[in-house]
T-cell receptor, first 116, second 116 residues
Framework: DAGVIQSPRHEVTEMGQEVTLRCKPISGHDYLFWYRQTMMRGLELLIYFNNNVPIDDSGMPEDRFSAKMPNASFSTLKIQPSEPRDSAVYFC??????????????FGAGSRLTVL | AQTVTQSQPEMSVQEAETVTLSCTYDTSESDYYLFWYKQPPSRQMILVIRQEAYKQQNATENRFSVNFQKAAKSFSLKISDSQLGDAAMYFCAFDETYNQGGKLIFGQGTELSVKP
């Protein structure tokens, strides 16, 4: 398996532009997570899906952020309009649903976003 | 709310020596999982080790082991025979949704350097 695949690896954009980050989870994984990593706030969960349904989006910072999972093999995180404070590394992760508790997250390589 | 605290922003160890990274957490749950993740400069998040709270035995993975003290809510990582490739940022993480795998809360990280 190729693992969790994220694109783009790097994105530089100007304030006000729309940004779309993409993620392909590992086949067969039921859960998909979007995390954001910044120096100030560390790693924080933005939203997660179970079987393509958003379960908890309480970490989404504001209405400028939206995430979708139209099918089991694809998810997007969109920022519109982008602001300099959105600059961060955005990780996607997935895990299979198992009995008895937590499973190990497999992370993608991350998308580094810079908003000028 | 559950929190994870890593009190050592930076640590240094001599190659072949042993180092221990500290982590404490706060929760009212009795069943949960704890993790250590490694993030090298490539920024890929890599699982190092996992501990299930209901297991008294400390987890071990080759040169990596944990000291899990449930009553004290402490979860330290010991790296034996340190290698240059161990240099990375290490994150302690707590799974607060025992049956919904993967909603991790991360500590702020400890940057480990390994001296040759």
């Amino acid at each position: 398996d190729a693992g969790v695949i994220q694109s783009p690896r790097h994105e530089v954009t100007e304030m006000g532009q729309e940004v779309t980050l993409r993620c392909k989870p590992i086949s067969g994984h039921d859960y998909l997570f979007w995390y954001r990593q910044t120096m100030m706030r560390g790693l924080e969960l933005l939203i997660y899906f179970n079987n393509n349904v958003p379960i908890d989006d309480s970490g989404m910072p504001e209405d400028r952020f939206s995430a979708k999972m139209p099918n089991a093999s694809f998810s997007t995180l969109k920022i519109q309009p982008s602001e300099p404070r959105d600059s961060a590394v955005y990780f996607c992760a997935s895990t299979p649903q198992g009995a008895g508790g937590a499973n190990v997250l497999t992370f993608g390589a991350g998308s580094r976003l810079t908003v000028l | 709310a559950q929190t994870v605290t890593q009190s050592q922003p930076e640590m240094s160890v001599q190659e072949a020596e042993t180092v221990t990274l500290s982590c404490t957490y706060d929760t009212s749950e009795s069943d949960y999982y704890l993790f250590w993740y490694k993030q090298p400069p490539s920024r890929q998040m890599i699982l190092v080790i996992r501990q299930e709270a209901y297991k008294q035995q400390n987890a071990t993975e080759n040169r990596f082991s944990v000291n899990f003290q449930k009553a004290a809510k402490s979860f330290s990582l010991k790296i034996s025979d340190s290698q240059l490739g161990d240099a990375a940022m290490y994150f302690c993480a707590f799974d607060e949704t025992y049956n919904q795998g993967g909603k991790l809360i991360f500590g702020q990280g400890t940057e480990l350097s390994v001296k040759p």
